[in-house]
T-cell receptor
């Protein structure tokens, strides 16, 4: 099954709080897991990505946690800011192809 | 360096009309893609081109055709538009990166089919 299930659909966080978005997959042929950030009227932009041989990757306030045995990965946004308000998509790359499977997106709103 | 440029940004069609969405990239990438984005469904791959001269179907190719005109340009054509093709369309190009191809998206074309 080539699906990536993303939750929650929407999220409201206070400024300075932690935003957590989760994704789960079933297909073990996935070999790369990026997160994309999309602002209204713009295309998605790569935010951070992880390979399955790593359990955590941190870039500034953004961290991916990866649990290979549970087939789950999550995005943590520390010290969330109003400028982080956007839609976030997780994705999974199918090994040996040019194809990505995207999650359904999470609309994040950070309150000032 | 404009990245990935899509035209038009907005388009309204009547059922049965045809149109071509244009995409060009200036990053010298080999691979290019067309995705559609629908509420609650994420991004779905319509067609992709791994290199100049090649095209392949993605998840939802029915009702669409593509042309890889040269290395820079990849167009998407709707021959007979249907209301089910109302969507936001994104073109992307990619370069090899850590682990896999790194996607760069254009700003999208919002298409309404009445």
């Amino acid at each position: 099954q080539q699906q990536v299930k993303q939750s929650p659909q929407s999220l409201i966080v206070q400024k300075g709080g932690i935003s957590i978005i989760n994704c789960a997959y079933e297909n073990t042929a996935f070999d790369y897991f990026p997160w994309y950030q999309q602002f209204p009227g713009k295309g998605p932009a790569l935010l951070i990505a992880i390979r399955p041989d790593v359990s955590e990757k941190k870039e500034g306030r953004f961290t991916i946690s990866f649990n290979k045995s549970a087939k789950q990965f999550s995005l943590h946004i520390m010290d969330s800011q109003p400028g982080d308000s956007a839609t976030y998509f997780c994705a999974a790359h199918i090994s040996g192809t040019y194809k990505y499977i995207f999650g359904t997106g999470t609309r994040l709103k950070v309150l000032a | 360096n404009a990245g990935v440029t899509q035209t038009p940004k907005f388009q309204v069609l009547k059922t049965g009309q045809s149109m071509t969405l244009q995409c060009a990239q200036d990053m010298n990438h080999n691979s290019m893609y067309w995705y559609r984005q629908d509420p609650g469904m994420g991004l779905r791959l319509i067609y992709y081109s791994a290199s100049e001269g090649t095209t392949d179907k993605g998840e939802v190719p029915n009702g669409y055709n593509v042309s890889r005109l040269n290395k820079r340009e990849f167009s998407l054509r709707l021959e007979s538009a249907a209301p089910s093709q109302t969507s936001v369309y994104f073109c992307a190009s990619s370069e090899p990166g850590e682990g896999s191809e790194k996607l760069f998206f254009g700003s999208g074309t919002q298409l309404s089919v009445l």
